[in-house]
Structure formats: structure tokens, C-alpha cells
């Protein structure tokens, strides 16, 4: 059995430095939580939604107790943005540990090599409400439009690359990310997607010059079919999830928000269990990181019950991110080590979180992106008094049309 000690914290730090002139360092907010909270205490504005159910399950795996947050001096630099609920104009702050935004921390080696290339993705959202700071990393201001630039940066960096190039399954995002590093490195590169990807997904794909196939009805249809290719052609295999050098490259994420901000928590997004897996494998309990799935598409849930990876349901809003049958075999014991525990919010909390980002801070992701901030903005997990607590913000590969309540809402930006 694989074992999370087999990626540590000092690879995740190589893999940075190896990625960074490739990828985008994303900064990070600070929002009061009132503001995130809209549709639960300002009803007079927004009625909630008919049907929304309150009822959330959670699996919880082994404890793990969080360690002091870092005492690193900061520095911080005002951002205003236009209140899209009260029409007054709102202070948020950038900031990160060491230095001002795009500076590397002090006596950092891998933060001074990733600069030239990585775009900060504001990671804090300062909210003022009485449930203290919620600290938002925007990763969805990343290359190719989420976090999965790091991991596909990582394979084909740290891989040899055979001449037939690289194919890779992906439910849309991991596909971008792969096309994006491919044509960057000018590799050649198919990409198999099932019928649910997003439209604007399948457009980037196509726009970065990638061999597209639309097949299946889900992602596991599409790794088939990728798998198929890849024994055919000779093609290197990129797994979205299930690789060590894609954990590596998402571990990295965890880096950059270790040097940006003191935390106690983290609420991460799950499907495969990539992002998580990297994420805690960096951490490694010095820090409590909590999943956060569709009750829909309970991937980690279902593992961490069963004790292993198993088939789980793949449904949710957020299908064609967060719903590819089972988690990793290599993320697994990552989680199962160091994940304090697992939340289940409903596809009507999703669909708040997406609404009350963009009232907040003007800020669109796709429904995959926010789940981890729905469990916030549901009630599932309430702050302690003085926690800080860090929610990944994941991806914003989304089209801007305007969805309806009820709608799936994978392409549109909420009603503001």
C-alpha cells in the first residue's frame, strides 16, 4: 500500500521551484463573512431559494490537532472594490508573509524561482463578521483558469516525454491545464473529455491547439478511451489525479499559501482527490485540512467509509469536475493520514456560494470551485472564534451567461 510519507514536503518545494516559470502565483483576500452569508441573513434582498434543504451529512475520518499558525511578520496592501450588496465601497487586503504581493518570502530559494512566472492568486478574503477571518486562495486565477496548471506543469517537466506527445482524460479542467502546458512546451497533445464538459472548457482545450475527443457520458468514459490511446500510440499518460507528479504539482498550492498567510484550517474541493492529496501531503497535520464533496459525488466520503477507494455516485451540479467514480489509489492514504475530516454540501449550497462570491468580491468560479466555500456559507463548518481558516476558490472555467435557480449552473454567473 502506498504511503503518505512517499511525498514530502521538500519534493512539493523542488516541484515549485521546477514549475514556477510556467505557472501563476495567486494572491490572496481577505472579505467579512457577512458579506459571503447574503442569501441566509438578508432574505429582504434575496429570497431563498424554494426546496433548499438544510440537511448535510459529514463523514469524519481521524482528528488531527492543527499546530500554532506562523508567526512570520506580514505586509498588506489595500484593494477596494464596490460592495455589490450595500453599493459602498469595501477595503479587502492582499497580503502575504515576507513581503508585498509578487515579492517572495524572506529566505525563501523556492519562492524567489517561482516569481518570474507564477501569478499570486489572492488567497485572503478578510471577513469581518462575528465568526472571524475566512481567507479565500483564488486559485482559480491560475494559467489555463484553475489549480491543475501545477500538476500538469509537474508531468511534463518531471516525465520523459516520448515523441507521440501526451494524452490525458479530464472532466474539462485537467484538459485545459494539460493543452495549456503542452502548447507551452510545444509538445503534442490529445485530450479526451466526456458529453458533460463545460462548453468553455471544450473551447480551450480546442483554442490551445490540442487534439479534442468529446466521448462518454462521464469522466471515467473518457479515461477509458484515453487509456485505449495511449496503449495504441505511445503517448505519455497524465492522470488527472491518480499520479504522483500531479500530486506533486498541486502540493505546491500549499506552499505558496503557507508563505502567504497563517492559518489554522483548511477546506479543500474533492473529486479525485489531487488537489486534497498534494495539499495534505505538504501539510502533513501540521496544519487541519478538511474535504469538502457534493453529496452528490462523495468520492472521498465513500473511501474513508469503505477504507479504500470505492465507486461512489456522480451526480451534483458540479459533475464534470468533482465526480470521476472513485478517489485515487495514490490520494487515499493522503487522506486518510492527514484529512481531519470530510464535508457533504448540496448542490442549492453550491449554488449560494457561487452567488455570494460574486456579490462579495465580484469574483466568478464554476460551481466545482466553490465547493469548499459552501461549506462554509451553509453552516456545515463554523469557524471557532480567532481560527483562521483558508478555502481554496479552484477554478473558473465558466461561461458568462446568467443561469436560474434550479438550472444546473455550471455555465452562468449568479444573479447579483
Known amino acids: 500500500m502506498t504511503r503518505a510519507a512517499e511525498i514530502t514536503a521538500d519534493e512539493i518545494r523542488s516541484t515549485a521551484a521546477l514549475i514556477a516559470p510556467y505557472i501563476r502565483r495567486t494572491p490572496v483576500l481577505e472579505v467579512p463573512l457577512s458579506e459571503l452569508t447574503i442569501e441566509q441573513t438578508c432574505t429582504a434582498e434575496r429570497p431563498p431559494v424554494p426546496g433548499r434543504s438544510g440537511n448535510i451529512s459529514e463523514l469524519a475520518s481521524r482528528p488531527t490537532e492543527a499546530t500554532e499558525p506562523s508567526n512570520a511578520p506580514e505586509r498588506s496592501g489595500s484593494i477596494e472594490f464596490t460592495s455589490g450588496r450595500t453599493g459602498r465601497t469595501e477595503s479587502c487586503i492582499a497580503s502575504r508573509q515576507g513581503g508585498g504581493i509578487g515579492e517572495p518570502a524572506s529566505g525563501s530559494s523556492t519562492q524567489r524561482a517561482m516569481e518570474p512566472c507564477v501569478s499570486e492568486t489572492p488567497s485572503r478574503v478578510h471577513l469581518d463578521g462575528e465568526n472571524g477571518t475566512i481567507i479565500l486562495k483564488l486559485e482559480h486565477l491560475q494559467r489555463a483558469g484553475s489549480f491543475k496548471a501545477r ?10 516525454v516520448p515523441p507521440a506527445g501526451v494524452v490525458a482524460a479530464s472532466g474539462g479542467n485537467h484538459g485545459l491545464a494539460v493543452a495549456e502546458a503542452a502548447h507551452r512546451l510545444g509538445i503534442p497533445a490529445k485530450i479526451f473529455v466526456p458529453v458533460i ?3 468553455a472548457k ?5 483554442s490551445r491547439g490540442a487534439d479534442l475527443v468529446v466521448t462518454g457520458d462521464r469522466y471515467a468514459d473518457a479515461l477509458a478511451a484515453a487509456q485505449q490511446w495511449a496503449a495504441a500510440s505511445g503517448a505519455l499518460p497524465v492522470h488527472a489525479f491518480d499520479q504522483r507528479e500531479t500530486l506533486l504539482g498541486q502540493g505546491t498550492l500549499a506552499l505558496e499559501l503557507a508563505e502567504q498567510a497563517a492559518v489554522d484550517t483548511v477546506l479543500v474541493p474533492v473529486g479525485g482527490g489531487g488537489l486534497i492529496g498534494g495539499i495534505a501531503a505538504y501539510f502533513a497535520g501540521s496544519v487541519r485540512v ?3 464533496e457534493p453529496t452528490g459525488a462523495p468520492t ?7 477504507g479504500g477507494p470505492v ?3 456522480t451526480g451534483s451540479i458540479a459533475a464534470d469536475a468533482l465526480a470521476p467514480a472513485r478517489i485515487g489509489e495514490l490520494v487515499y492514504p493522503l487522506a486518510r493520514d492527514f484529512v481531519d475530516r470530510v464535508l457533504l454540501v448540496e448542490d442549492d449550497d453550491i449554488r449560494r456560494a457561487q452567488r455570494a462570491l460574486w456579490t462579495a468580491t465580484r469574483q466568478v ?6 465547493t469548499a466555500l459552501a461549506g462554509v456559507i451553509s453552516g456545515r463548518y463554523r469557524p471557532e472564534p480567532g481560527e483562521r481558516v483558508a478555502v481554496v476558490i479552484s477554478g473558473a472555467n465558466t461561461s458568462l451567461g446568467i443561469f ?3 438550472d444546473h449552473a455550471q455555465n452562468g454567473i449568479p444573479h447579483a
Not at 500538476?151 to 520523459?160: D, P, Q, V
Open 404 to 406: 436560474e435557480d434550479g
Open 197 to 199: 464538459s463545460a462548453p
Open 300 to 306: 472521498l466520503s465513500a473511501a474513508l467509509a469503505a
Open 151 to 160: 500538476g500538469a506543469f509537474a508531468n511534463l517537466l518531471l516525465r520523459e
Open 311 to 313: 465507486d461512489a455516485p
Open 202 to 206: 471544450i473551447a480551450g482545450i480546442r
Open 290 to 292: 478538511i474535504g469538502v
Open 365 to 370: 468560479a464554476e460551481p466545482a470551485a466553490v
